[in-house]
């Protein structure tokens, strides 16, 4: 039994970490967004001014807290509401990634003087590494361009039909 259980473990811990590394290519850019247009100067100021494990207990919250809305999500598709349950999963991961993103933007010092967390955050690039240099994510990054330049020419095809059309009634 262990040994199957074993290769099942890893498959499935492989797509989580997929899922993550995808979401998490989707939260950086909204990160990095709401970090430049969104001022919450005194709280950002108060989120520094913690130690290291304050800082890290303040880190964890979001995951704590936005985790458990997988398996809410799984739940609905499995009871046939799956847009429902898709659109949970979506908006709690990137949710919970772009909160995760900005906390350890704002308190990464904090966190690496914590032995047990820089041990974990290097476990966690080691893998992530392994996950960027595999087929399967070579292959979502050029899907996700290809997708994205698409989409880039769609809306362009738009603003530049709207443009005729509106400068045609003048």
């Known amino acids: 039994m262990k040994r199957i259980l074993k290769p099942v473990t890893y ?89 995760v993103e900005r906390l350890f933007h704002l308190t990464r010092d904090k966190l690496m003087r914590i032995p047990a967390f820089v041990c974990v955050y290097g476990k966690f690039t080691e893998v992530r590494a392994w996950l960027q240099a595999t087929e399967a994510w070579r292959t979502v990054r050029a899907l996700s361009h290809a997708a994205r330049d698409y989409v880039a020419r769609a809306i362009a095809r738009l603003a530049g039909g709207f443009s005729r059309l509106v400068t045609s009634r003048d």
Do not use: C, N
């Open 11 to 99: 498959i499935l811990a492989a797509i989580y970490f997929l899922l993550d590394a995808v979401f998490m290519a989707l939260a950086r850019p909204i990160s990095r967004w709401l970090g430049r247009h969104l001022e919450f100067k005194r709280l950002r100021a108060w989120i520094r001014s913690l130690p290291p494990y304050p800082s890290l207990a303040l880190f964890s919250v979001p995951v704590i807290i936005l985790e458990p809305i997988k398996p809410l999500a799984a739940y609905l598709a499995a009871t046939g509401q799956v847009l429902s349950g898709a659109a949970a999963f979506i908006i709690g991961e990137l949710l919970k990634l772009v909160l």
